[in-house]
């Protein structure tokens, strides 16, 4: 039997949660929510090597969730598409209600 298709809409959003659940790639996405940071800034906030953001940020960037601006040879990341962040927020939401339900 051959593979039904997924509808494309459905597959980038699958490709979006795949990114996002890299805690790293998360919690970028978390700290650019409150303004522009280049990548040492992040390697320095998250604890991580330049290699790590800059993988980060390139499925970030391919998924056209981040742009950046280059100033004195530096790269400055932003979130491009805001609804993301009101995602992020439903996501956290949904763990606090499942972490705070009695079964």
């Known amino acids: 039997m051959a593979k039904k298709k997924i509808p ?3 597959y980038r959003a699958s490709r979006i949660c795949r990114v996002l659940g890299n805690p790293t ?3 970028t ?6 303004g522009k940071k280049t990548p040492h800034e992040l390697a ?3 604890g991580v090597s330049l290699p790590t953001i800059s993988h980060v940020f390139r ?3 391919q998924l056209d969730l981040v742009r950046y601006d280059v100033k004195f040879r530096e ?7 805001e609804t993301i962040v009101a995602v992020m927020q439903i ?3 949904m763990v606090k209600k499942i972490k705070t339900k009695e079964y």
């Open 59 to 61: 499925s970030l960037r």
């Open 25 to 27: 790639a998360y919690e």
């Open 75 to 81: 790269r400055i990341y932003w979130i491009k598409e």
């Open 29 to 34: 996405m978390n700290i650019l929510k409150k």
């Open 91 to 93: 996501l956290e939401n």
């Open 8 to 10: 494309e809409i459905r």
């Open 44 to 46: 320095h906030i998250l």
